[in-house]
């Protein structure tokens, strides 16, 4: 189980630990910490997007509510 130092909003450092392979983002080779929360792919039972992305390419849109670039209309 990989573990990684997570800096927190406070200036606090959080130990987050994993299952499994490292997620990377759709946009780029980076790690990603965040999932997309715009809506579901036509035909998707899921909930939400679910697309991996780094913070350089999420788009802060609320608490704990990131879009990636397409669900966020093109904007970054």
């Keep these: ?35 997309c929360d715009g809506p579901p792919p036509a035909g998707s039972k899921r909930k939400t997007c679910d697309a991996p992305m780094c913070r350089q390419h999420a788009k802060h849109v609320g608490v704990d509510r990131d879009l990636r670039p397409r669900c966020a209309g093109g904007a970054r």
Excluded: E, Q
Excluded at 2 to 29: H, L, M
């Design 1 to 35: 189980m990989p573990c990684i130092p997570v800096k927190t909003p406070g200036g606090g450092i959080a130990i987050a630990c994993t299952r499994g392979r490292r997620r990377t983002c759709a946009f780029c080779s980076a790690a990603a910490p965040l999932l």
